[in-house]
């Protein structure tokens, strides 16, 4: 993916952006002024170990759970790396396009076992979240997807897990690849500012989709038109993260101020708002961060100054005396350090996943079309992105009441239909596709 250094351009209003991020810089400052030593000593746990694994009355399809016995011993593949339907699938059968990628998936096959004896190791140490992620189902997910959009919002990194998302709902999808640009959107205005995305839709009006955006100024600049023209409705829920594309602090910092300050005018009238946190790199840099510089192969983040490992409680650890620029990473990346407090600020919950995906170092191959691309950001598949499924689920059932609570308060969809949302986006310019 190109990671250009070059900021976008950005015409803002003259001083609401201004006011906004020096509010956000302030809570910035307070909230890692009051709760930063524990996470700088020993880094951020994330999985829940208490997940609601629950039998879904209206769930349209049936899925064994399989037991973790069964698993651990490899008698059986898990879901979410690509185990089929059981006891009986339609979908596998079929083995074009995305269906046949969904069937195959993308890392080497000895990547693919390698990774599920990685989350099987992990289970065994007793961490938080894996022997559950490992006997989770589509169903699971299901009383979270019906009667709703669930958009997934952002650079390539939520492209990818857009695909790991729509093939772990395999068999609920009708295998069409429905474009967002050219057969979602309904007008011309909106039609001319949205980049790309697809939507996979799913049994009984269900639906996932991407929308991809670069950055946060060019989401804004569509939000407007989320009912009039990108087809929303009020039940839906957005699932958020940009950052990959923003390589300073200053970029990051001015264009997530922008989102935020529409945010902050729109929160009523817009769907629920999720943030994905933003995922480590593994160039070779101290901290993996992208280096345009550096072309070397991919590395543990660390190494070899004795790198990071992660302990049974999915905390981050390392030697901050012989390496002190490993305190960035136990906070999450510098994006993180940015965008955490900012949501906070603006009441959106954040979906945790940089912890458990920092181990996640070595599955890049296959990860772009051109083998000769040194691509240390984005994985293959099955890797990180089934992290996140599972994480983002979790999080999401913690949220179910605050999900009703927000809907419920919201205007009603025909008055969303008509209403002026253009409010907040004066100036905003985003650049040609």
Known sequence: ???????????????????????????????????????????????????????????????????????????????????????????????????????????????????????????????????????????????????????????????????????????????????????????????????????????HGARICHHRVND????????????????????DIVMMNTGMWSNDVDTYTTRLGVFAQYYKLHKQELPYFVWRDSSPQFFHTPTGDFDRSEHAVCQPIGFPDGGVTLDKDNVLVSDFETSPHLRTVHEGGWRNQISRPVMQALGIPVIKTWNTSVPIWQYHKNAHDDPNHHDCTHWCHPSAYALWLYESLVKLQELEGDIAKHISQMPSQQQLDVLDMTAGTEGIIVDPF
């Open 1 to 203: 993916m190109p990671q250009p250094n070059t900021p976008r351009r950005l015409a803002r209003s003259k001083m609401t952006v201004v006011i906004g991020l020096i509010v956000i810089a302030i809570a910035c400052t307070s909230w890692y002024s009051t709760s930063s030593v524990k996470r700088r000593l020993l880094g951020s746990a994330s999985f829940s170990s208490k997940p609601s694994w629950r039998t879904s009355r209206t769930c349209p399809l049936e899925f064994r759970r399989q037991s973790y016995a069964d698993i651990r011993t490899f008698r059986k593949k898990p879901y979410l790396v690509g185990g089929n339907q059981e006891p009986t699938c339609n979908n596998c059968l079929v083995d074009d396009g995305l269906a046949g990628f969904c069937k195959r998936l993308t890392c080497p096959y000895p990547e693919q076992r390698n990774f599920l004896e990685h989350l099987i190791s992990r289970a065994e140490l007793g961490a938080p979240g894996y022997e559950a992620m490992l006997t989770m189902t589509p169903c699971d997910w299901w009383p979270l997807l019906q009667n709703r959009t669930l958009w997934l919002v952002g650079d390539s990194l939520s492209q990818e897990f857009m695909k790991t998302f729509q093939c772990f709902m395999y068999e609920f999808w009708d295998l069409d690849m429905v474009d967002l640009k050219h057969r979602v959107v309904e007008t011309a205005l909106v039609r001319d500012n949205v980049r790309l995305g697809w939507c996979a839709n799913l049994l």
């Open 216 to 235: 946060a100024p060019e989401y804004t600049a569509v939000l407007p038109y989320f009912y009039q023209g990108l087809t929303g409705k009020r039940t």
